[in-house]
């Protein structure tokens, strides 16, 4: 059983394809980080993501974790964006491409199904 969840769903973000990944861990198996990133890289690639413009991720994740899905996205998509609770609002950590520079803020009310 997998330590960690991930899940992707068909959005757009001001009118571009996107996808919203939504992570967490899994409560019912206890696992530290070097159990948890692996878990989290085949659960990504289970999705069968193939790429696009703009992927925004939402829920709970270690440092360890984080990085190691990013560093997987940024490889197929131009723009990955990650959510802050406090802002109510994906912050583009990773572009690739003209439409987003790191920083950019995409209020969670753009990204539409």
């Not at 990504?44 to 993501?49: D, H, I, Y």
């Not at 723009?79 to 994906?90: E, I, L, N």
């Amino acid at each position: 059983m997998s330590s960690f969840l991930v899940s992707a769903a068909p959005r757009t973000v001001y009118g571009r394809a996107a996808v919203l990944l939504t992570i967490g861990f899994n409560k019912e198996v206890q696992a530290n980080n070097d159990r948890l990133v692996p878990d989290a890289i085949a659960a990504l690639e289970a999705c069968g993501l193939t790429g696009g413009e703009v992927v925004v991720i939402n829920g709970p994740a270690s440092l360890p974790v984080t990085a190691a899905i990013a560093h997987k996205l940024a490889h197929i998509y131009a723009t990955v964006a990650g959510f802050d609770p406090k802002m109510s609002a994906y912050i583009v950590a990773i572009a690739h491409g003209p439409a987003f520079k790191p920083g950019d803020v995409i209020p969670a009310s753009e990204v539409e199904s």
